[in-house]
């Protein structure tokens, strides 16, 4: 294979890991990691422990339960044969009956999307109550071009049009049941409900009441205001829903404009860069997302918020888990019962963090403050396949600002910086996390992102998903080893690192591994948002689709290809495991596409439900 170009700084960063090496082939083949396939004609990356096995004898043993599809550019979603599936949301359905359908000409007034599925929905659970099944999905972003397409410049004019682009976000809560017709929302349903912007939030844990967080509305800093860009989720044990706050800075502004100079926190947190947001203009219609005028108002976003599906209880930020861009939140209990949240931070070169609470889970407890205290960690990646996590304790700072300014700390402790850390899956059999890194356009660029055996390639744009088992198998644990289950990849394009790992083949390529799940049956499913270009280093991969991984071998299968130009986000089953839910988010990001309703339409973002026809269960 052809040499990683790095240059002599690079190498000096490399060598002060753990490996003494500093040709980075040379501590790839070392460890194990290098294996020559005739598939590829080159060297490419297994796993430096449990994938030193015969892939071809894996192949014929361990087969997949479905025929994989191939990669696809045409704006339909392609499962496998003997699957079907229909829409149970789409963006703008109505959740009661006296809110009107969904208007593609006006795309509804603020009144009606408050009542109404948000959009862009994203990391998603169900939740039974007797033989009712309640579905909460995340509501992300909007895409201003689609939501004000009829305006001159596709942006939001009028306060109405603001409110309703804020509307459009947080969260949708909604009993769904299975009819003739497929699945559907049951409208007016007690349990349905719209979290949003402006819903109350109650603030837990050490950094309640902290002056960080007070502000004009709020002296006490105990009580904010929505929460909104919630991305991936989590699901607790005890029957409560985790929203995980990630681009909260897109949201706020500055009325001093071009002037607005960014403080050292909000540079780290990027909060109204030259006195802009991304379009969204709240500060139109609440003054408190002018930085000029609140400037604590972004230290109380960034959270995780967790939601009681029936309604019961309010929402809560929980401050012991830090603020940063966090992409989902997946909860293990250990042993001993404690609760471990693993959590990633969506920004090039953030951290990779682990919560560990206090307090032990209780089968027969209420379990409702376990989330509420606990010790917070960033990791640490040595080239030799070791580990370690980091108390953000150690860092120089207070208590609330090691919370608020958690990058800062995790930056103070010498955590190592990620490929994008996105989602964070654990394997249900066996003690082991995944965690997929995205992609990284400044690794090996920046000093502070050098090439390492944790990120190994230069400016990553196909991304990795790194495994870790936590010693003596309990996820409490300070210390693990780690290794990488795949590294996406080109192989039709590249002969080197970025033609991927010998699990990569020209069947089932992709680029930028983003939502991951396991299922009951310890199947790992991986979503993808990326290059769907389908041209040039891209080439042959379609668009973003979702895979299933096994863990036991490595073997890759496509399982489904999305519409055009969306993103594949969210994913959860039925109760009975007979149908997966899967999230469509953004088709037509560039207007490419009319999915799902076809013709002159405008393009929706939408959950699907996926059945097998044989009526077997699905994960």
Known sequence: MGKIQTSSDDQSRISN??????DLDLILTRRGFLKSTASLGASAFVSATSLNINSALAEDQRRPIFKPVSASTADRVLIPEGYEYSILARWGDPIYSNTPEFDSESRGSASSQATSVGDNNDGMDTFSVGSRTILVFNNEFTNLDILFGNRTNQLPETDDDVDKGKFAHGLTIVEIKETTRGWEIVKDSQFNKRITPNTEISVVGPAAGSELLKTKNDPLGMKILGTFNNCGNGKTPWGTYLACEENINGYFSSSLGEKFTQNFYEQRYGIAKNGKDWGYNWAQTDARF??????NEPNRHGWIVEIDPMGQKEPKKLTALGRFKHENAELVTTPSGQVVVYMGDDERGEFLYKFVSHNRYRTQGTNTNLLHEGQLYAAKFYDDGSGEWISLSNANMSRDETLV??????????ATTMDRPEWVAVNPNKPEAYVSLTNNKYRGEKSSQPINMANPRKHNKYGHILRWTPENGDHAAKHFNWDIFVLAGNPYEHSDLDGGSWNINVNNMFNSPDGLRFDSEGNLWIQTDGDYSNEDEFVGMGNNQMLMGDPKTANIYRFLVGPKECEISGLTWSPDKKTMFVGIQHPGQKGGSNWPDGG?????????AIKRKDGRAIG
Not at 405 to 414: K, N, T
Not at 600 to 608: E, K, L, M, Q, V
């Open 17 to 22: 890991e753990k490996s003494p090496e500093t």
């Open 405 to 414: 300014y958690a990058r800062i700390a995790a930056s103070q402790v010498g």
């Open 290 to 295: 002018d930085v000029s005028t609140e400037p």
């Open 600 to 608: 002159n339409n405008i393009p929706r973002s939408a959950i699907i």
